[in-house]
């Protein structure tokens, strides 16, 4: 099990999309490719609201393990 947490503290920005690769390849695969394009990564979740905090927990690894975060921080328009 691999939890990936993203963390902003700084209260005049939020979350609004994460893209997270998680996986035995150093990069994920596009059309036999390898990508790092983050619209690309496997999980994608769009956060419409903004958020300080988001986590995503992957489970069933095995082996080396690469992790690629990406995520779209703006300013908190809340």
């Given at each position: 099990?691999?939890?990936?947490?993203?963390?902003?503290?700084?209260?005049?920005?939020?979350?609004?999309?994460?893209?997270?690769?998680?996986?035995?390849?150093?990069?994920?695969?596009?059309?036999?490719?390898?990508?790092?394009?983050?619209?690309?990564?496997p999980?994608?979740?769009?956060?419409?609201?903004?958020?300080?905090?988001?986590?995503?927990?992957f489970?069933?690894?095995?082996?080396?393990?690469?992790?690629?975060?990406?995520?779209?921080?703006?300013?908190?328009?809340?």
């Amino acid at each position: 099990m691999l939890p990936v947490t993203y963390n902003i503290p700084d209260p005049e920005l939020a979350l609004y999309a994460i893209h997270i690769y998680v996986g035995n390849g150093m990069f994920p695969l596009k059309n036999g490719n390898p990508t790092v394009a983050p619209g690309q990564y496997p999980w994608v979740e769009e956060i419409p609201d903004g958020a300080a905090t988001c986590t995503h927990t992957f489970t069933d690894l095995s082996g080396p393990i690469y992790v690629i975060a990406h995520a779209v921080v703006c300013g908190n328009y809340n």
